[in-house]
């Protein structure tokens, strides 16, 4: 199954890590960290294919992949010591609707109102999955990581 799996989708695999990469360098991420960037990248397409042959709607495509790619950035960032946006940004580069989003404005120009509608709306769900993704694990992740200053701020006086 894994062997299938690869062979259906190997070659938009490597060209979205190849892209992951370009996006990296054109964004001078420093060479240390290049690696895990375009891991993250790999990871979020992979888990979005998985999403598209279990037949999750377009919605769940999107979001599920961009919160595997939030929560992988949030832990390499506190592993690399980095930002990590450093690893989201590149890491859901892969899932943006570039191609969505062109063939829109261009029926827009055209003015097929009737593709418009289509179109349009698989982009704003493709880009809501995404931001609902990132948002949600990144609210669970600024509790957790916020909750001991907190505690700090608090009870630190009494604590010493």
């Known amino acids: 199954m894994v062997m299938i799996f690869l062979q259906k989708y190997l070659e938009m695999i490597v060209t979205s890590i190849i892209g992951t990469f370009g996006f990296c360098l054109l964004f001078h991420v420093k060479k240390n960290k290049l690696l895990y960037a375009c891991a993250g990248g790999a990871l979020s397409i992979i888990v979005y294919f998985v999403c598209v042959e279990i037949g999750l709607s377009l919605l769940m495509q999107n979001m599920?992949?961009?919160?595997?790619?939030?929560?992988?950035?949030?832990?390499?960032?506190?592993?690399?010591?980095?930002?990590?946006?450093?690893?989201?940004?590149?890491?859901?580069?892969?899932?943006?609707?570039?191609?969505?989003?062109?063939?829109?404005?261009?029926?827009?120009?055209?003015?097929?109102?009737?593709?418009?509608d289509g179109l349009g709306n698989e982009t704003v769900v493709i880009a809501l999955g995404i931001a609902v993704g990132i948002v949600l694990v990144s609210l669970v992740f600024y509790q957790?990581?916020?909750?001991?200053v907190r505690f700090q701020i608090r009870f630190g006086e009494t604590m010493k």
């Not at 957790?144 to 001991?148: C, D, E, G, V």
């Open 64 to 116: 599920i992949p961009a919160a595997v790619a939030t929560l992988y950035a949030e832990i390499i960032a506190r592993v690399v010591k980095a930002p990590a946006t450093v690893f989201l940004i590149p890491g859901v580069i892969p899932l943006t609707p570039g191609g969505k989003l062109y063939y829109t404005m261009r029926t827009i120009i055209d003015g097929n109102e009737s593709e418009v």
């Open 144 to 148: 957790i990581s916020h909750r001991y």
